[in-house]
T-cell receptor, first 111, second 111 residues
Framework: DAGITQSPRHKVTETGTPVTLRCHQTENHRYMYWYRQDPGHGLRLIHYSYGVKDTDKGEVSDGYSVSRSKTEDFLLTLESATSSQTSVYFC??????????FGPGTRLTVT | QQQVKQSPQSLIVQKGGIPIINCAYENTAFDYFPWYQQFPGKGPALLIAIRPDVSEKKEGRFTISFNKSAKQFSLHIMDSQPGDSATYFCAASYTGTALIFGKGTTLSVSS
């Protein structure tokens, strides 16, 4: 995961505020993904991107939006944060054959 | 049909034992089955993966067994060590799609 960084690594925010998480890769992978990890639920896909400006929804996309303006960056925005969005967020990159590599994660707390 | 069911939820073994973690899937279109290892506070790391054209794959002390007819696959850890204590996730996907994860197994190896 040395080629994938996430920022910030920790964030505390208040209900109703917008929040943007950033994922940056140096692997030149075409695919990028955002997951959330919660106890008892494993890793659930929020959104993914299959190229610059090409994105699609995952299993738990409500309340989230994404943007990808260049290959190396994938942004996740919580439009109006809620307490149910308190979670650990992981970015991953991958190739079309399926291999995915994860970043170190961002721990988000919404109070 | 998109689910991947993982068991057990937790597992405790003695050092040197062989923990076995099982996963089952329904979608016969899946063609890629990886296992990830995650330590506390870290992102999941790709451990080993298999495709349905083989029934077994071994990398070091880690072995995947794959049963296509039963739609099941499992992870075996030979000569387990305390350093193997982690959470393990199975996953599945088919070409061009995101991974679908099991809910994870927490393994504890006692010395």
């Amino acid at each position: 995961d040395a080629g994938i960084t996430q920022s910030p690594r920790h964030k505390v925010t208040e209900t109703g505020t917008p929040v943007t998480l950033r994922c940056h890769q140096t692997e030149n992978h075409r695919y990028m993904y955002w997951y959330r990890q919660d106890p008892g639920h494993g890793l659930r896909l929020i959104h993914y991107s299959y190229g610059v400006k090409d994105t699609d929804k995952g299993e738990v996309s409500d309340g989230y939006s994404v943007s990808r303006s260049k290959t190396e960056d994938f942004l996740l925005t919580l439009e109006s944060a809620t307490s149910s969005q308190t979670s650990v967020y992981f970015c991953a990159t991958g190739d079309p054959a399926g291999e995915q590599y994860f970043g170190p994660g961002t721990r988000l707390t919404v109070t | 049909q998109q689910q991947v069911k993982q068991s057990p939820q937790s597992l405790i073994v003695q050092k040197g034992g062989i923990p076995i973690i099982n996963c089952a899937y329904e979608n016969t279109a899946f063609d890629y089955f990886p296992w990830y290892q995650q330590f506390p506070g870290k992102g999941p790391a790709l451990l080993i993966a298999i495709r349905p054209d083989v029934s077994e794959k071994k990398e070091g002390r880690f072995t995947i067994s794959f049963n296509k007819s039963a739609k099941q696959f499992s992870l075996h850890i030979m000569d387990s060590q305390p350093g193997d204590s982690a959470t393990y996730f199975c996953a599945a996907s088919y070409t061009g799609t995101a991974l679908i994860f099991g809910k994870g197994t927490t393994l504890s190896v006692s010395s």
